[in-house]
T-cell receptor
Framework: GDSVTQMEGPVTLSEEAFLTINCTYT??????LFWYVQYPGEGLQLLLK?????DKGSNKGFEATYRKETTSFHLEKGSVQVSDSAVYFC????????????FGKGTSLLVTP | ETGVTQTPRHLVMGMTNKKSLKCEQH?????MYWYKQSAKKPLELMFV???????ENNSVPSRFSPECPNSSHLFLHLHTLQPEDSALYLC???????????FGSGTRLTVV
């Protein structure tokens, strides 16, 4: 079945550092890919998405490119801020499996001043 | 305002209590979901409703009972829970698979 694998955390970075959180997936057909963010004490918020190969999703300085050849959707940001400290989830949805999103385990990011 | 509202935000209940979690969306979505988020564990999909019909039930114990009276409301009825059921319960809705979900803020449940 479909699955998502993302890098284990926690990731600790200094403010203004470059961020990469790796995400790879296994799926049949043409899935859609998502990054969600969860701030402490809150639910998940959609950060960005890409619905077909070579699409780039972007939001709030974060970017991720849907790479079908490497089955990856890595999250990047050029200069992180303390306010980016949160847990980041990579997710996949696939028309083959109806509506349900398949989530990775989450990567905790801590940005220090 | 996320578009998906969950109440209550926090709930403490004894193992013999009966309580209900409520989720409401006014986004015009036609699918709604319950997820369980426990510390150190991945998000667990519990139930999926599409057009008010339950389409998925991932081997969830019968002490959790969902109800979807219309496309805007979703409930999770709880009875005789165990301490290991303590978790953040998240509701979400979606219109189609490639748009992704809109999540509520969750209900933090503690079973004592």
């Amino acid at each position: 079945g479909d699955s998502v694998t993302q890098m284990e955390g926690p990731v600790t970075l200094s403010e203004e550092a470059f961020l990469t959180i790796n995400c790879t997936y296994t799926a049949t057909g043409y899935p859609s890919l998502f990054w969600y963010v969860q701030y402490p004490g809150e639910g998940l918020q959609l950060l960005l998405k890409a619905t077909k190969a070579d699409d780039k999703g972007s939001n709030k300085g974060f970017e991720a490119t849907y790479r079908k050849e490497t089955t990856s959707f890595h999250l990047e940001k050029g200069s992180v801020q303390v306010s980016d400290s949160a847990v980041y989830f990579c997710a996949l949805s696939n028309s083959n499996s109806g509506y349900a999103l398949n989530f990775g385990k989450g990567t905790s990011l801590l940005v220090t001043p | 305002e996320t578009g998906v509202t969950q109440t209550p935000r926090h709930l403490v209940m004894g193992m013999t209590n009966k309580k209900s979690l409520k989720c409401e969306q006014h986004l015009g979505h036609n699918a709604m979901y319950w997820y369980k988020q426990s510390a150190k564990k991945p998000l667990e999909l519990m139930f999926v409703y599409s057009l008010e019909e339950r389409v998925e039930n991932n081997s969830v114990p019968s002490r959790f009972s969902p109800e979807c009276p219309n496309s805007s409301h979703l409930f999770l009825h709880l009875h005789t829970l165990q301490p290991e059921d303590s978790a953040l319960y998240l509701c979400a809705s979606s219109q189609d698979y490639f748009y992704g979900y809109t999540f509520g803020s969750g209900t933090r449940l503690t079973v004592v």
